[in-house]
């Protein structure tokens, strides 16, 4: 079996992925072998994809910050009214 994919076989496991993912998660195996069509190769692909994305689970889906809590609050965060602003820049007359 070649490593390479062509942009044919390519396009099918996307396109299947892709339908696959907006099922509930129970329904991802029956759908991708009755949308396959008896391409077992293709049916192999995308369930190693389907796999791989429920072991992610919300892997980036929210934030890191927010996992980790709200950041420290210092002037670099949280900037007060009473820190200068800069000076507006004046145009140079020619």
Do not use: C, K, Y
Request: glycine share 4%.
């Amino acid at each position: 079996m070649s490593s390479v994919l062509s942009a044919d076989l390519w396009r099918r496991i996307s396109s299947l992925l892709d339908a696959a993912l907006d099922l509930p998660p129970e329904r991802w195996e029956r759908f991708v072998a009755e949308a396959s069509n008896g391409d077992v190769d293709l049916q192999r692909r995308v369930g190693e994809l389907l796999d791989a994305a429920s072991r992610a689970g919300s892997f980036l889906e929210e934030p890191a910050m927010r996992l980790l809590g709200e950041p420290p609050r210092t002037p670099a965060h949280d900037p007060s009214p009473e820190m200068p602003r800069p000076a507006p820049r004046r145009r140079a007359s020619l």
